[in-house]
């Protein structure tokens, strides 16, 4: 039981103050819009790009990638379980470094990959914000722990 408690109180509890909703903006909207254009896109940004990159079966990552972008960006947003919807998202920045910025570290350089990675570099260390803050006050997860 105790376990159970502890586990809860880790996905939900949050600072309580406003600093993560500027975060939580940033890393929602931009995972947001990448998840919608999976889909919009397919040929660039989705299973196309997925093929590209060489995975195998590339639809079905495409999609498997838009979905989660899309679910765990509105969790994010709305400040629900932002903590267990950062970790999707982490797996996916980890996964974007491993199979388009390595190779360009390896073959072209750090700084070409510096410059490749600027961004991801940025949203991957926002996602650990909030998996270590959470999501701030004015979050659905701030309304629950108050409820608690």
Same mark, same amino acid.
């Given at each position: 039981?105790?376990?159970?408690?502890?586990?809860?109180?880790?996905? %939900?509890?949050?600072? =309580?103050?406003?600093?993560? %909703?500027?975060?939580?903006?940033?890393?929602? /909207?931009?995972?947001?819009?990448?998840? +919608?254009?999976?889909?919009?896109?397919?040929?660039?940004?989705?299973? &196309?790009?997925?093929?590209?990159?060489?995975? $195998?079966?590339? @639809?079905?990552?495409?999609?498997?990638?838009?979905?989660?972008?899309?679910?765990? *960006? +509105?969790?994010?947003? %709305?400040?629900?379980? $932002?903590?267990?919807? $950062?970790?999707?998202?982490?797996?996916?920045?980890?996964? @974007?470094?491993?199979?388009?910025?390595?190779?360009?570290?390896?073959?072209? &350089? +750090?700084?070409?990959? @510096?410059?490749?990675?600027?961004?991801?570099? @940025? /949203?991957?260390?926002?996602?650990?914000? /909030?998996?270590?803050? &959470?999501?701030?006050?004015? $979050?659905? =997860?701030? +309304?629950?722990?108050?409820? *608690?």
């Amino acid at each position: 039981m105790k376990s159970t408690k502890s586990f809860k109180a880790f996905v %939900i509890s949050t600072v =309580d103050d406003n600093r993560a %909703i500027l975060v939580r903006l940033v890393v929602g /909207l931009i995972f947001l819009t990448e998840g +919608i254009q999976k889909f919009l896109f397919p040929e660039l940004l989705g299973t &196309g790009r997925f093929l590209k990159i060489g995975f $195998s079966n590339p @639809a079905f990552w495409a999609n498997f990638t838009g979905i989660f972008e899309i679910v765990c *960006s +509105i969790f994010v947003l %709305i400040g629900l379980f $932002s903590r267990l919807a $950062s970790i999707p998202l982490f797996i996916i920045m980890m996964t @974007a470094f491993v199979s388009t910025k390595w190779p360009l570290l390896m073959y072209k &350089g +750090i700084w070409v990959m @510096a410059h490749e990675y600027r961004t991801d570099f @940025a /949203l991957t260390l926002l996602l650990v914000y /909030l998996f270590i803050y &959470g999501s701030g006050a004015g $979050s659905v =997860d701030s +309304i629950i722990m108050k409820d *608690s």
